[in-house]
Structure formats: structure tokens, C-alpha cells
């Protein structure tokens, strides 16, 4: 339930934040907008978590590697 609440809650502020970076980017400034665009991704659940969980699972591979090398 937590990780859906939390997916649902970064989606919801990568969208705010991806609006307001298109709408920058059209009217005010393409280097502001697409600062905005990279921060709406890096919020998404596509962005940040994905690499944690990515992140997560490598060190995970490691631990069994060492738990192979050690017990055999």
C-alpha cells in the first residue's frame, strides 16, 4: 500500500511539475523548461525510485555473491 501511495504521489508532482516545465518552455525560457522537464522525469516513479530500486537489487547480487564465495 505504501509503495502505491508513494508511486502515486510522485506521479501526480512529476505531471505539475512537467506542465509547468512545458509551459516555461513555450513562454518564458527552453533552458528553465527543460530544466523543469528533467526534474519532472528524475521526480516520475520512471526516474529516481527506479534507479534506487535498481540500486538495491545490484547491491543484493553482491551480498549473494559473497554469501557463494564464503559458504560455498
Given at each position: ?30 533552458q528553465n523548461g ?35 564465495a564464503v559458504y560455498?
Amino acid at each position: 500500500g505504501l509503495l502505491y501511495v508513494s508511486s502515486f504521489i510522485f506521479g501526480l508532482a512529476s505531471t505539475v511539475v512537467a506542465l509547468l516545465g512545458i509551459a516555461v518552455l513555450v513562454t518564458y525560457s527552453p533552458q528553465n523548461g527543460v530544466i523543469l522537464l528533467v526534474i519532472a522525469f528524475l521526480v516520475s516513479p520512471l526516474g529516481l525510485p527506479m534507479a534506487a530500486a535498481w540500486l538495491v537489487g545490484k547491491v543484493q547480487d553482491l551480498r549473494f555473491a559473497i554469501q557463494d564465495a564464503v559458504y560455498g
